[in-house]
């Protein structure tokens, strides 16, 4: 999470959005970078809403516009899948090795999904809160050009991004049904996405 006090801005980190990038690029110029532990830098609203917005509000009289990214969420849960991938899980319950892309998708789906598959939701991550804290300007991760040219404008600087935190490459094929058991689970997923302006 960045905030940017002037411009009344506060930057979530969605994890698996590449929000990483933007706050290599822009740990300087920001007035706040939380990125450090994972719990506080991937803040979602929920937890914004209740620590950091009423810092600001209470001590400084000023409300803070939210800027969060989605990505699809079938490529998301191949970031996740990928990710898990990596040597430095292997033997770990979070590890993703030896399962394939369909299984880590129909075990994402369960009720209480294993340690492997439990990534939490952009859905939630970016629910609207009942005193109406909510994301003010979300944007598509595969529309990463509406992000940059939205933050150039509103910073008033040019942003030069570098690729962090990229997931290894892996196999992601995927059965037709294994995508239907998904949106038809979390389709709360697939209409928040689909609700954003296309790229």
């Not at 990125?35 to 810092?55: C, G």
């Not at 939701?121 to 970016?126: D, E, N, R, V």
């Not at 933050?151 to 991004?161: F, K, M, S, V, Y």
Request: proline share 8%; charged share 25%; aromatic share 12%.
């Amino acid at each position: 999470m960045m905030i940017f006090f002037k411009e009344r801005l506060a930057l979530l980190s969605v994890p698996k959005t590449g929000t990483t990038a933007f706050q290599a690029a822009l740990r300087n110029r920001a007035d706040m970078v939380i990125s450090d532990p994972p719990e506080l830098k991937h803040a979602p609203v929920y937890r914004y809403n209740r620590w950091v917005r009423p810092m600001f509000e209470k001590v400084c009289g000023a409300e803070l516009e939210v800027v969060a990214v989605m990505r699809e969420p079938v490529s998301w849960l191949g970031s996740w899948y990928r990710y898990r991938q990596r040597p430095g899980l292997d033997g770990n319950p979070n590890s993703t090795k030896g399962v394939s892309f369909d299984e880590f998708l129909h075990a994402y789906c369960k009720g209480k999904p294993p340690a492997f598959a439990n990534v939490g939701s952009q859905a939630k991550f970016l629910e609207a809160q009942p005193n109406g804290c909510k994301v003010s300007h979300l944007f598509r991760y595969e529309d990463q050009d509406a992000l940059l040219a939205f933050l150039q404008q509103r910073l008033d600087q040019d942003i030069q991004l570098e690729r962090k935190n990229v997931s290894p490459r892996g196999d992601l094929t995927l059965s037709p049904d294994a995508e239907a058991h998904y949106r038809r689970k979390k389709p709360a997923e697939f209409e928040l996405y689909e609700s954003l302006l296309p790229c």
